[in-house]
């Protein structure tokens, strides 16, 4: 069965400070993958998608950044945070194509003081 | 370009009374819909999704048919429980943006009281 994992699961850090975020995918070969954020209270939005290693595309960037080095994972990141950038980032999968339904991992909440 | 409408953004309601959440769309080609459930602090899932063949979706008490001819995928519940508080999100899904992946609604906040 194909599994989904988010790290950290939380994270507090400084404004100006540097943020990495990670996703894996396990059981999927060359899934479609997706981050999307969501502020506190707010509606999903979605940042970047990716096809396939190596290749990512962003919807909307938000001054974040994002990579897949490796079939089965996604990384999201920044430099320097905002105090904007506080909020729940979710990461998905997806087979592609028509009728392919995404499916979120659990989630990584930060908040940037 | 596509789009999703949620004209609801928040409903609230007495526990075991029906619930209709909205649902509109435009999309140049024949969609696929889908119905996600957030609750709180916890990821959006999959709830719905809809048919090629005419079937009426069912989860967890809730139904949504797809129609064509007003473009609408409104999701339906007979009688509304505490445990359906959650952010409800419709999305589609077409030729246009398969790779891209899901178009989402703005969602509607279903708050349900005892």
């Known amino acids: 069965a194909q599994t989904i994992h988010q790290w950290p699961v939380a994270e507090i850090k400084a404004v100006g400070s540097p943020l990495s975020l990670g996703c894996t995918i396990k059981?999927?070969?060359?899934?479609?993958l997706y981050w999307y954020w969501q502020a506190t209270g707010g509606t999903l939005q979605q940042l970047f998608y990716?096809?396939?290693?190596?290749?990512v595309e962003s919807v909307v960037q938000l001054n974040l950044s994002a990579s897949r080095p490796k079939d089965d994972q996604f990384i999201l990141s920044t430099e320097k945070l905002l105090l904007s950038h506080s909020g729940f980032y979710l990461c998905?999968?997806?087979?592609?194509?028509?009728?392919?339904?995404?499916?979120f991992g659990p989630g990584t909440r930060l908040t940037v003081l | 370009g596509d789009s999703v409408t949620q004209t609801e953004g928040l409903v609230t309601l007495t526990e075991g009374l029906p619930v209709m959440l909205n649902c509109t769309y435009q999309?140049?080609?024949?969609?696929?819909l889908f119905w996600y459930v957030q609750h709180l602090n916890e990821a959006p899932k999959l709830l719905l999704k809809?048919?090629?063949?005419?079937k009426r979706p069912e989860h967890q008490g809730f139904h949504a048919t797809l129609h064509k001819s007003s473009s609408s995928f409104h999701l339906q519940k007979s009688s509304a429980q505490l445990s359906d508080s959650a952010l409800y999100y419709c999305?589609?899904?077409?030729?246009?943006?398969?790779?891209?992946?899901?178009?989402f609604g703005l969602g509607t906040r279903v708050s349900v009281f005892p």
């Open positions: 999309s140049t080609y024949s969609p696929f």
């Open positions: 809809s048919f090629t063949d005419n």
């Open positions: 999305a589609l899904s077409d030729q246009n943006n398969y790779a891209q992946g899901l178009t």
């Open positions: 990716s096809i396939t290693v190596g290749q």
């Open positions: 059981g999927k070969s060359s899934p479609n």
């Open positions: 998905a999968w997806s087979l592609g194509g028509l009728f392919a339904e995404q499916f």
